[in-house]
């Protein structure tokens, strides 16, 4: 395969990511779909989760991954590279979308580790109060369903978080597998050059 047509390949899945990431990173400011949590969140009160605030999503999944990929499908005119400063480029690009892909993973892995922000009770603690009741918890909220119960409000706040940091996990993968192949692609485009159709 020509490497602009490889270049092509990993640059629309890219534009997809990219768009999945933003998107979910923004639904996180909403928990049960609700504008009043974010309208109430702040530093001595916290209504929304500190990972949710660092915009992994946002800036690493998505803005850093949507200017390499745009770049990426620039190289890949007419399924052919540009030229070899193109795909020399293209891999100083992709390294961005690297570091944007692995932010994002990071803030995803941490978000789903520590849990949400909710007001919750429990037998241990009666009386409902905001915080994250996952955070210090001896056994693991996502391996054990019942506590997820303690979350009273936002409703369902567990089920939201694990799905959109789930998600944001998998296409921060996905953005690094693609970026790092990019690289990879961007290397053999700079050292072989351009590719041309025979006629």
């Given amino acids: 395969m020509c490497t602009g047509a490889c270049s092509k390949f990993i640059a629309i899945p890219l534009y997809v990511l990219a768009l999945v990431s933003a998107i979910c990173n923004i639904m996180l400011f909403f928990p049960d779909f609700d504008t009043q949590y974010a309208s109430e969140d702040n530093e001595e009160d916290p209504r929304l989760t500190d990972e949710v605030k660092y915009m992994g999503g946002f800036i690493g ?3 850093m991954v949507i200017i ?13 590279c540009a030229n070899r400063c193109g795909m020399f480029l ?13 932010f994002s993973l990071s803030v995803a ?12 009770s429990n037998t241990e603690s009666p009386t409902p109060s905001w915080g994250r009741p996952f955070l210090n918890s001896n056994d693991s909220y ?58």
């Fill in 90 to 102: 293209s891999i100083g690009f992709a390294g961005l979308g690297v570091l944007g892909a692995i």
């Fill in 142 to 199: 996502l391996n054990n369903k019942e506590m997820w119960d303690w979350c009273k409000v936002p409703e369902n706040v567990v089920e939201f978080n694990v799905a959109l940091f789930s998600t944001l996990l998998v296409a921060a993968i996905l953005e690094l597998i693609l970026c790092a192949i990019q690289m990879v692609n961007g290397l053999f485009g700079c050292i072989c050059g351009t590719c041309t159709d025979k006629e």
């Fill in 109 to 120: 892995s941490v978000g789903l580790s520590n849990g949400p922000v909710c007001q919750w």
């Fill in 68 to 80: 390499p990929a745009i770049h990426i499908h620039l190289t890949s005119a007419k399924n052919c």
């Fill in 61 to 63: 999944g998505g803005i």
